[in-house]
């Protein structure tokens, strides 16, 4: 299955759009997984469902133009980092939202059952990814890939083009600088 995935993604970077109605199927449950290993983290009661993100990345996924797609791993490291950044985007919309964005004023009691909590940590994550971005660009797509992406080290190390063991050492190093980067900033 993982070559006629390929097979698909590169006829439909090619042009083939006829490709795109049989690739889909074929990658559905793995976008739903993915989604779902997104939603696990967010706090219960998300305003956004596994069906609506996976459809989110869906319709930017097939926005994507001028894509030479190398194999499902690029697909579904894409589809993992569009993901990350839609969660991340409305993250960022209902944090705003409670901060006043534009909104009538509500009591505090009110407000608390109103509004579902804000992945903070998600947010703090990705500010940290950008940290670890400007310092090691490689660690952070390593994070991105595996983390979010759900990417094994062979897959990332293909998606990367570099060694496992390369991706093994990163991912460890990166674990370590994130966590030590996330607990700093919630202690200020």
Do not use: C
């Amino acid at each position: 299955m993982s070559d006629e995935i390929t097979h698909l993604l590169i006829e439909w970077g090619s042009g083939d759009v006829s490709s795109l109605d049989r690739l889909i199927p074929l990658v559905e449950s793995e976008l739903k997984r993915i989604a779902r290993r997104y939603m696990r983290r967010e706090a219960q009661g998300h305003t956004l469902q596994t069906t609506a993100l996976v459809n989110e990345a869906y319709i930017k996924l097939i926005d994507q133009r001028n894509v030479q797609w190398q194999n499902r791993s690029h697909f579904f490291a894409l589809a993992s980092s569009l993901m990350r950044r839609i969660l991340l985007d409305h993250a960022r919309t209902v944090s705003r939202d409670k901060r006043g964005g534009g909104l009538a004023r509500v009591e505090l009691e009110e407000a608390k059952h109103a509004l579902p909590e804000t992945s903070v940590d998600l947010i703090a994550l990705d500010e940290a990814l950008n940290r670890l971005t400007e310092m090691d660009a490689l660690k952070s797509k390593i994070v991105e890939l595996r983390f979010f992406g759900g990417l094994s080290v062979e897959e990332t190390a293909e998606v990367l083009k570099i060694a496992p063991v390369t991706v093994m050492k990163h991912w460890r190093l990166a674990k370590i600088w994130l966590q030590r980067e996330i607990r700093g900033t919630s202690e200020k």
